[in-house]
């Protein structure tokens, strides 16, 4: 069974711009979560979709988005890039919903802001 | 306020030592507990889990962890170390009367010859 698969790996941007990561789950997992993984701020919950509706929203200004798919797929957003913006972000899914999921995360995307 | 705390930043063992990685939450009730690990460059790996039952459970790669609700404790241990153990260490906690899952910022390991 395929992992999660989070697009691109890497990205440099520049202040200002925006930029779209993308993930696709396991294969029957529903669930969707997004993380922001930084030195200082360690993993920080972004936000949960569950049957393209989100479920759950960490304390992230408006500029961080995301959506789902029908098929589980998951995009995030992030729009006027600023140089805190710059992180790791895992993507995790699991098969349905709440605290009690394990969660099966990817690799990240590497986003850099210059 | 929902917490969870790893009191080790970075841990050096020997490669055949015993391991012993701490985590200490705050919560009301009896959460749902959890040991991750990332190696360098790749996401989060699920080592073991507790909901309830036994305290004492179980992983992949030969860990296990012990809950103890009187330290609101959930360490995990290794009898012996190997250098592929070297790694970065999260315990994560989730809440059902917070809705999420809270992780702790970490225990990097590393393991010399």
């Known amino acids: 069974k395929a992992g999660v698969t989070q697009t691109p790996r890497y990205l440099i941007k520049t202040r200002g711009q925006q930029v779209t990561l993308s993930c696709s789950p396991i294969?029957?997992?529903?669930?969707v979560s997004w993380y922001q993984q930084t030195p200082g701020q360690g993993l920080q919950f972004l936000f949960e979709?569950?049957?393209?509706?989100?479920?759950n929203k960490g304390n992230f200004p408006g500029r961080f988005s995301g959506r789902q798919f029908s098929n589980s797929r998951s995009e995030m957003n992030v729009s006027t890039l600023e140089l805190g913006d710059s992180a790791l972000y895992l993507c995790?899914?699991?098969?349905?919903?709440?605290?009690?999921?394990?969660?099966?995360f990817g690799d990240g995307t590497r986003l850099s802001i210059l | 306020a929902q917490s969870v705390t790893q009191p080790d930043i970075h841990i050096t063992v020997s490669e055949g030592a015993s391991l012993e990685l701490r985590c200490n939450y705050s919560y009301g009730a009896t959460p749902y507990l959890f040991w991750y690990v990332q190696s360098p460059g790749q996401g989060l790996q699920l080592l073991l889990k507790y909901f309830s039952g036994d305290t004492l459970v179980q992983g992949i790669k030969g860990f296990e962890a012990e809950f103890k609700r009187s330290q609101s404790s959930f360490n995990l241990r290794k009898p012996s170390v190997h250098w592929s153990d070297a790694a970065e260490y999260f315990c994560a906690v989730g809440s059902t009367s917070y809705d999420k899952v809270i992780f702790g910022p970490g225990t990097s390991l590393s393991v010399i010859p």
């Open positions: 979709y569950f049957s393209e509706t989100q479920r």
């Open positions: 995790a899914s699991s098969l349905g919903t709440g605290v009690g999921q394990p969660q099966h």
């Open positions: 294969s029957g997992h529903r669930s």
